[in-house]
């Protein structure tokens, strides 16, 4: 593909496989077409590895943590459970915001959380929202026991975000599918990874061995679950896709 941005023009051309499309530099279509590349350019360049969130941390999409906000504020869950661990910024997020709605608390799991990282999130003042789980998120006893931390009744979000590959997310999908409460998700991230075979810092299996493709085939098997992207809260302009590291992620119980 050849890209050609001509800002006397204000115009952008595509060509590809013989075929050349010129659109208009200032539209949403542009607008789009050049997000995604950004994006990928920004995965490789390793752009989310610059923040952190209270003093942790968090390898995220700014977007994604702003969406994610939206989604938390408006179903307001008693119990958030996110896979993957890592520095605990993500945790901390998620903490932060239970604190300013004065309701919620974290479930985070990790095969392995390693002990300055422990450490880091157990001095934390947020702490006491958080409880860590180490093990496998697909093992059964952890599975059992973060059933066991959630009340009947407690509306939960899920947030998976530990192993990529394709079977880990869709075992996760399934051993965690009965705690997502209704009109809640379980959100299978960093489904970008189906966009990125092609990066120098990309998996050449990666456009299908991602989460994007354990979503669909989870809600093939599960018709009481659908992969619906939230509603924008606040929108004045005629854009209506996230910029993201998560495509067709959110998966909603109806």
């Known amino acids: 593909m050849k890209i050609i941005i001509d800002t006397d023009e204000k115009s952008l051309s595509i060509q590809e496989e013989g075929v050349n499309k010129s659109i208009d530099l200032y539209s949403d279509e542009a607008f789009e077409f050049l ?19 209270m003093g942790r941390p968090v390898i995220q999409l700014p977007e994604d943590m702003l969406r994610t906000q939206e989604v938390i504020y408006n179903i307001k869950p008693d119990v958030i459970i996110e896979t993957g661990v890592a520095h605990g910024g993500s945790l901390i997020y998620y903490a932060s915001l239970c604190k300013a709605m004065e309701k919620g608390r974290i479930i985070g799991i990790d095969i392995e959380i390693r002990p300055h990282n422990r450490k880091a999130i157990e001095a934390h003042e947020l702490f006491p929202y958080i409880t860590l789980i180490e093990g496998s998120s697909t093992d059964s006893s952890v599975v059992e026991q973060v059933h066991s931390l959630v009340k009947p009744g407690e509306t939960t979000l899920i947030i998976l975000d530990s192993n990529h590959s394709r079977q880990h997310v869709l075992e996760e999908l399934e051993v965690y599918k009965d705690l997502v409460s209704a009109g809640s998700y379980i959100v299978a991230t960093d489904g970008v990874m189906k966009y990125l075979s092609d990066v120098p810092r990309g998996g050449e299996d990666w456009a299908q061995n991602n989460p994007t493709e354990s979503a669909h085939e989870f809600i093939k098997n599960n018709p009481d679950f659908i ?28």
């Open 35 to 53: 997000s995604h590349q950004w994006v990928k350019v920004g995965w490789n360049q390793k752009y989310p590895y610059t923040f952190s969130w």
């Open 227 to 254: 992969i619906e992207q939230p509603e924008w809260v606040f929108n004045e302009s005629q854009l209506d896709k996230n910029i993201t590291h998560w495509p067709d992620a959110w998966i909603k119980r109806k």
